[in-house]
């Protein structure tokens, strides 16, 4: 998050944020699976303005052979933003918070992945960050979920993630990339919605009790909406016929 100076502009008096959306309203959602020949399984998501690839490998052989575990697979991911994904050219290298939203989002994706089902090997999932416009773990969650379903991991359930936040003393959904920059928390949520659990919660920022229980709750209710997207996403690969 950038500073915490409450801007008003960023919601006017009407209820209305800086890109035109209600306090309740996620940005354009657009999931395509399958969309990499080489891949086992791969998604593209464009939310808002992100653009982010996905691949998934896998499971393959692990290397070295004392990485793997007997008992079960391993997850590994790898969120990388490209240089050009941001106004100012990007390190190619991988950056400290980089390496952070990799861990996270391999821990959110891990209690959905039925990895038990493959021990002594590796699934890689791979998240491009084409073009960066705030929420962008989020989006790269979304996209490694749809790209896990289309490579066949057996999963207990999908993961579905969205940010909800607080502007100008309010709750919101889906925070932007001025809003993450300007405004007074960022609330990063993962969600199994048919096991109803959450795999992601953070939290940057100050919130009462009531508003953290009430931004916890708008950002499932956007969980679910990105989740009835994702299963459209791979309908439209699998089931095209039925989607007309």
Known sequence: MGG????MVLLDENGIRCDGRKVDEPRRIMIKA????NANGSAYIEFGDNKILAGVYGPRDVHPKHM???DTGILRCRYHMVPFSVAERKNPAPSRREIEISKVIREALEPAVMLEKFPRTAVDVYMEILQADGGTRCAALDAAAVALADAGIPMRDMVSACAAGKVADTIILDVNNEEDQAGQADMPIAYMPNLNQI???QLDGVMSLE???KCIEVGI??????YALQKK???EKYFPEEQT
């Open 4 to 7: 915490r100076d409450t801007d």
């Open 34 to 37: 399958g969309v990499l020949k």
């Open 68 to 70: 793997s575990n007997a």
């Open 199 to 201: 795999t992601l919660l």
């Open 211 to 213: 508003e953290y229980n």
């Open 221 to 226: 209710q956007g969980c679910k909406t990105v």
């Open 233 to 235: 996403a791979l309908a």
